[in-house]
């Protein structure tokens, strides 16, 4: 079993800054860098959206909504994925949420329970 704990939301002004993070426990020890790690979020009433990802090798993919302003990062030696956020807008208030993703021959997919992040004045 493979548990992912999202944190790092909050309240922050437009303009701020924030740092989320996602770490991986339970069976997932030695295989973390195998597996692809993307963010999304959810705002009320609106479906769920990619944000950002990063591939095991590193490759990294940005919305054209975050392009500049979000870098994703991870530390596979703490079972780690971090998602960087700068000059936050209202509008990228939602819940962010982590997903894990590995393909061999089966796929393995993991959700955080989200961390919520508000944008306001």
């Known amino acids: 079993q493979v548990h992912l704990v999202e944190s790092g939301g909050g309240l922050v002004q437009p303009g701020g800054s924030l740092r989320l993070s996602c770490a991986a426990s339970g069976s997932i020890f030695s295989i973390f860098s195998l597996y692809t790690v993307n963010w999304y979020r959810q705002a009320p009433g609106k479906q769920r959206e990619l944000v950002a990802g990063?591939?095991?090798?590193?490759?990294?993919n940005y919305a054209d909504f975050v392009k500049g302003r979000f870098t994703i990062s991870r530390d596979n030696a703490e079972n780690t994925a971090y998602l960087h956020m700068h000059s936050l807008k209202p509008e990228d208030s939602a819940v962010y949420y982590c997903n894990i993703r590995w393909v061999s021959g089966l796929e393995y997919s993991y959700w955080g329970q989200g961390t919520q992040v508000s944008v306001s004045s």
């Open positions: 990063i591939t095991p090798g590193a490759s990294t």
